[in-house]
Nanobody
Framework: VQLQAYGGGLVQAGDSLRLSCAAS????????MGWFRQTPGKEREFVAA???????TNADSVKGRFTISRDDSKNTVYLQMNSLKPEDTAVYYC????????????????WGQGTLVTVSS
């Protein structure tokens, strides 16, 4: 599976942004999909994940603001980000895997290249 994340950019605090992650291959629907983010000098941080069956989970830091969804017909997973804050600034990565430890990076076998989100105050 090859993943291509896009949709990042520079926005102001309070704005919204939608990230997309397009996957290659015909087995996309069998994978759990996750979004992580990383800032310089810090470990990659879990943001949100959605199972192959559509059950989603979010990190506490983004609950009520971010929503993950998937469209298996388009081999794409989305991250809708609302009410963005400066602390959401990071490179966002999408990932695909089959393990159920969804908030852990080790659950994922494939990673996209990342897309930068910058939120100004």
């Amino acid at each position: 599976v090859q993943l291509q994340a896009y949709g990042g950019g520079l926005v102001q605090a309070g704005d919204s942004l939608r990230l997309s992650c397009a996957a290659s291959g015909r087995t996309f629907s069998r994978y759990h999909m996750g979004w992580f983010r990383q800032t310089p000098g810090k470990e990659r941080e879990f943001v949100a994940a959605i199972t192959w069956s559509g059950v989603s989970t979010n990190a506490d830091s983004v609950k009520g603001r971010f929503t993950i969804s998937r469209d298996d017909s388009k081999n794409t997973v989305y991250l809708q980000m609302n009410s963005l804050k400066p602390e959401d600034t990071a490179v966002y990565y999408c990932a695909a895997g089959t393990r159920y430890t969804l908030s852990m990076t080790r659950a994922y076998d494939y990673w996209g290249q990342g897309t930068l989100v910058t939120v100004s105050s």
